[in-house]
């Protein structure tokens, strides 16, 4: 057995077992999409189908997948991905190659099989100009999109979403690449979206992002200390409204209400510099389904971001698309993303009332090779067996899942005194019927909890390593205690249930 099937056997068990744990089916043979197009809950702060079944947004980032990966390389990355329980898959159907050690661009990028995107030469494209040549499939291209349909149906073979980037924004909209001359202008723009959403109209597990590590104003310093003026939402907004025309056959606005924009997902990617969130420049847009939001080094900042989104009217879910990849360097030693690290983003952005949740591993998202600051010499094969994926698709999922994560409020009621701060802060939630409790502790601290249900509560701990539970003495009403996790652990969740 080679040593990547090895890791694949390993973590399929590892999986199952912690999902056993838990006695919750993370897998499911019927596709999710039978319930119903997503669009935001009764609440508006979680995602749900048509049918009021909720949805949980459990992603992987896979950018580079489109240009960097054979048909034969897909499978085995989804097939990976699939069992351990991810529901979203994250990717840019016009990437700008970057990352993995290697230089970046060009913007005519041609993908594994040497097949461009676009009309023109190696770095000059005409994006309003797909490539496409007669003759071709999905199984035997000719041409750049035959490959992407071959992506688009094995996302959908195994039951799972695809988050679809139109193109990498931060390059090819915005002028915050390198330098680089954006692509798109409005016309443009509109015409790209809507040849993919005509392309892709009938594929019920598409879910549109915008963006792509981009920001949609800027007007002022940037992070450089260099003077910016320029303002690209007019470009998004143009490119939303083409995916709309070529998945409905109509001409919507961006800032008119029309039940036809719930034909469609669509949701932001913003970059790093948070606040900077899809919130700041499209949140009362008619587009947006929800809000997207990237922190990527800054560990310390995701619970404050994503309850500001939390907190923002009227409401919309807001979703976690990327942060600090595990096993990223970020200028730092590599493996400075710890799986202890990664979990904090993940119970962070949750326990802030976000709607879902982006995992990302360094050496996987440019999908390039094993060289460079991101991959810390690992290949994207062989960080499939990160711990932090098992810890996040095969344990919070079921997890989150168990305790009714669309119905959560974040509520620091249960806490008294202080509760630390930004990576290290202990936060909590309740249920809206006020049956359960739960504080996510990010470290052993000690923190009094208050038992504010008006019921006596049962207590057990939760270990988001491996889903192990260990119980905890009874909670009497209003009864104050100070509690931290057991012995030997990294982290915990502590659960309290109203007993009948």
């Given at each position: 057995?080679?040593?990547?099937?090895?890791?694949?056997?390993?973590?399929?068990?590892?999986?199952?077992?912690?999902?056993?744990?838990?006695?919750?089916?993370?897998?499911?043979?019927?596709?999710?999409?039978?319930?119903?197009?997503?669009?935001?809950?009764?609440?508006?702060?979680s995602?749900?189908?048509?049918?009021?079944?909720?949805?949980?947004?459990?992603g992987?980032?896979?950018?580079?997948?489109?240009?960097?990966?054979?048909?034969?390389?897909?499978d085995?990355?989804?097939?990976?991905?699939?069992?351990?329980?991810?529901?979203?898959?994250?990717?840019?159907?016009?990437?700008?190659?970057?990352?993995?050690?290697?230089?970046?661009?060009?913007?005519?990028?041609?993908?594994?099989?040497?097949?461009?995107?676009?009309?023109?030469?190696?770095?000059?494209?005409?994006?309003?100009?797909?490539?496409?040549?007669?003759?071709?499939?999905?199984?035997?291209?000719?041409?750049?999109?035959?490959?992407?349909?071959?992506?688009?149906?094995?996302?959908?073979?195994?039951?799972?979403?695809?988050?679809?980037?139109?193109?990498?924004?931060?390059?090819?909209v915005?002028?915050?690449?390198?330098?680089?001359?954006?692509?798109?202008?409005?016309?443009?723009?509109?015409?790209?979206?809507?040849?993919?959403?005509?392309?892709?109209?009938?594929?019920?597990?598409?879910l549109?992002?915008?963006?792509?590590?981009?920001?949609?104003?800027?007007?002022?310093?940037?992070?450089?200390?260099?003077?910016?003026?320029?303002?690209?939402?007019?470009?998004?907004?143009?490119?939303?409204?083409?995916?709309?025309?070529?998945?409905?056959?109509?001409?919507?606005?961006?800032?008119?209400?029309s039940?036809?924009?719930?034909?469609?997902?669509?949701?932001?990617?913003?970059?790093?510099?948070?606040?900077?969130?899809?919130?700041?420049?499209?949140?009362?847009?008619?587009?947006?389904?929800?809000?997207?939001?990237?922190?990527?080094?800054?560990?310390?900042?995701?619970?404050?971001?994503?309850?500001?989104?939390?907190?923002?009217?009227?409401?919309?879910?807001?979703?976690?698309?990327?942060?600090?990849?595990e096993?990223?360097?970020?200028?730092?030693?590599?493996?400075?993303?710890?799986?202890?690290k990664?979990?904090?983003q993940?119970?962070?952005?949750?326990?802030?009332?976000?709607?879902?949740?982006?995992?990302?591993?360094?050496?996987?998202?440019?999908?390039?090779?094993?060289?460079?600051?991101?991959?810390?010499?690992?290949?994207?094969?062989?960080?499939?067996?990160?711990?932090?994926?098992?810890?996040?698709?095969?344990?919070?999922?079921?997890?989150?899942?168990?305790?009714?994560?669309?119905?959560?409020?974040?509520?620091?009621?249960l806490?008294?005194?202080?509760?630390?701060?930004?990576?290290?802060?202990?936060?909590?939630?309740?249920?809206?019927?006020?049956?359960?409790?739960?504080?996510?502790?990010?470290?052993?601290?000690?923190?009094?909890?208050?038992?504010?249900?008006?019921?006596?509560?049962?207590?057990?701990?939760?270990?988001?390593?491996?889903?192990?539970?260990?119980?905890?003495e009874?909670?009497?009403?209003?009864?104050?205690?100070?509690?931290?996790?057991?012995?030997?652990?990294?982290?915990?969740?502590?659960?309290?249930?109203?007993?009948?």
């Open positions: 057995m080679t040593y990547k099937w090895a890791c694949l056997k390993k973590i399929m068990l590892s999986a199952t077992y912690v999902c056993s744990l838990l006695s919750v089916d993370v897998w499911s043979d019927e596709p999710p999409w039978q319930h119903g197009a997503l669009g935001a809950s009764e609440s508006g702060h995602i749900a189908h048509t049918d009021g079944e909720p949805f949980l947004w459990m992987d980032t896979a950018w580079g997948m489109f240009q960097q990966l054979t048909r034969e390389e897909i085995r990355y989804l097939d990976n991905r699939q069992a351990l329980g991810f529901t979203v898959i994250q990717s840019v159907a016009f990437w700008f190659p970057h990352g993995g050690g290697l230089s970046m661009g060009p913007h005519n990028a041609a993908n594994v099989y040497g097949h461009r995107p676009f009309v023109g030469e190696h770095d000059a494209p005409n994006t309003a100009q797909p490539l496409l040549i007669e003759g071709g499939d999905a199984n035997k291209p000719n041409d750049y999109w035959d490959h992407a349909d071959y992506i688009v149906a094995a996302v959908k073979k195994r039951n799972m979403y695809l988050a679809l980037l139109p193109c990498w924004g931060r390059a090819y915005t002028p915050q690449m390198g330098g680089q001359e954006p692509e798109f202008n409005r016309s443009e723009a509109k015409s790209y979206g809507e040849f993919l959403g005509k392309r892709y109209k009938n594929e019920p597990h598409i549109w992002v915008l963006g792509g590590d981009a920001k949609a104003q800027l007007q002022g310093y940037d992070k450089n200390g260099d003077l910016q003026n320029w303002d690209k939402r007019d470009v998004f907004r143009a490119m939303a409204e083409g995916i709309a025309k070529g998945v409905t056959g109509k001409r919507l606005s961006w800032k008119k209400k039940r036809a924009w719930d034909k469609l997902f669509i949701t932001f990617h913003p970059d790093g510099d948070a606040p900077d969130n899809s919130s700041k420049w499209f949140h009362n847009d008619a587009w947006l389904s929800a809000n997207g939001v990237e922190v990527w080094k800054e560990v310390d900042r995701v619970y404050a971001v994503m309850l500001k989104d939390y907190q923002l009217t009227p409401a919309k879910p807001s979703l976690f698309l990327e942060g600090s990849y096993y990223g360097s970020y200028r730092q030693e590599c493996g400075w993303i710890t799986p202890l990664y979990r904090r993940v119970y962070h952005s949750f326990f802030a009332g976000a709607a879902g949740h982006t995992y990302g591993a360094g050496p996987i998202w440019p999908m390039r090779g094993n060289e460079g600051d991101y991959s810390c010499g690992y290949t994207w094969e062989q960080a499939l067996a990160f711990p932090g994926a098992v810890q996040f698709a095969a344990v919070a999922k079921p997890f989150l899942i168990k305790h009714d994560w669309s119905n959560w409020v974040p509520d620091g009621g806490i008294e005194g202080r509760s630390g701060s930004g990576e290290s802060k202990i936060m909590s939630v309740k249920l809206r019927s006020a049956q359960k409790g739960l504080i996510y502790f990010s470290n052993r601290s000690h923190v009094k909890i208050k038992n504010i249900l008006g019921a006596t509560a049962g207590a057990v701990w939760f270990d988001p390593r491996n889903g192990r539970e260990e119980a905890a009874t909670f009497l009403p209003d009864e104050v205690r100070e509690m931290a996790p057991p012995s030997g652990w990294e982290d915990g969740v502590l659960i309290l249930n109203v007993q009948p």
